[in-house]
């Protein structure tokens, strides 16, 4: 199959979609991933809850550190998404392609989402891995993304990376349920359009940001423990002062879920999932809110740009 426009429009507006909702979010996910990460007995617990976090950066005049690791964030954030979006309608035109069908089935769907988040995993695992620890640093102690890499070696890079594989079940359920309802929901002004370079049909922003929200909610639930687990795997180890430790043994997926079990009981592996789900909801729905509005206009300069370099070479060629 040539080249593919609409795949390569679906993934450059998702990746600024993914960089938008993540810088406005940022503090609000600094204050979850650092809940997330303290496992302890209840008597001993630094916060009870995000509030906690963001009260401690206020009164220690760190309020700057809620953005620590943005970059690192927004770089992960917009590879991500980018590869996983234009992985996913990359498959998804293939499957329809090849299978001679008008419209994929959840099964299918589930599968290509699937796919498309294994690829994404395993390209950007190590700045996963990055930003999380930048994020669970004491308030002021974040270094660069380099130095945070380069101080433990590749395989720690990867660290939680069965975990992640695990959760492409999470956008797999998400855009699943997104793209199901979306497609319910626009089946009226669905148009017998049968060229290649038609325009996709958009939402509106508010029904985009309500059915991002409800889809979700849903994969989050069902997802949670195996989220909570990766954020302490990746996690940065600290001392009571707030100082990094050193030459701590690594940590393992047992040892984490023994760890919570251990200290916190079964509803441990719930910690924080108010935190997560309102984080998640607000960030996926300004993500596909986003997408949804900019896909037309990314398309029309897309299609702009290809007809321009098709012109020049022509001329190139005649000359």
């Known amino acids: 199959m040539g080249f593919d426009m609409e795949s390569l429009s679906e993934a450059t507006s998702g990746a600024v979609g993914a ?3 993540t810088t406005i979010l940022y503090p609000l996910d600094t204050c979850k991933t650092k809940y997330q990460a303290e496992v302890s007995d209840h008597h001993q617990q630094k916060y009870r809850n995000i509030s906690d976090v963001l009260w401690e ?34 498959f998804k035109r293939l499957y ?17 989402a699937a796919a498309a988040g294994a690829c994404t995993v395993l390209i950007t695992q190590p700045l996963d891995t990055a930003s999380s620890r930048m994020q669970t640093s004491a308030f002021g102690k ?13 395989k720690e890079a990867f660290d939680g990376l069965g975990i992640s594989l695990l959760l492409t079940a999470n956008p797999s359920i998400q855009y699943t349920v997104f793209d199901q309802l979306k497609l319910r929901l626009l089946k009226g002004k669905l148009s017998n359009k049968t060229g290649t370079e038609s325009s996709p049909e958009a939402l509106s922003a508010f029904s985009a940001f309500v059915l991002g929200a409800v889809s979700k909610c849903i994969a989050t639930t069902m ?7 990766k954020v302490m795997l990746q996690a940065a180890e600290s001392d009571e002062d707030g100082t990094t430790k050193e030459a701590q043994p690594r940590k393992t997926v047992s040892d984490t879920i023994y760890s919570i079990w ?45 007809r321009y370099l098709i012109i020049n070479r022509t001329r190139l060629k005649g000359a």
């Open 19 to 21: 960089l938008v909702s």
């Open 142 to 154: 974040s270094k660069g993304l380099w130095k945070t890499l380069s101080e433990g070696t590749w």
């Open 57 to 90: 950066a206020i009164s220690t005049n760190q309020v700057l550190s809620l953005y620590q690791g943005l970059g690192t964030k927004n770089l992960q954030s917009f590879i991500s998404q980018f590869v996983y979006f234009y992985g996913y309608s990359f």
């Open 262 to 306: 251990k200290r916190e009981g079964l509803l441990g592996f719930f910690k924080g999932l108010e935190a997560q789900i309102l984080k998640t909801v607000l960030s996926s729905a300004l993500l596909l809110m986003i997408k949804e509005k900019i896909t037309k206009t990314t398309w029309v300069i897309l299609l702009a740009l290809r």
């Open 223 to 229: 997802t949670y423990p195996a989220i909570r687990c």
């Open 96 to 112: 329809l392609e090849k299978s001679g069908a008008k419209t994929i089935g959840t099964k299918a769907n589930l599968i290509v």
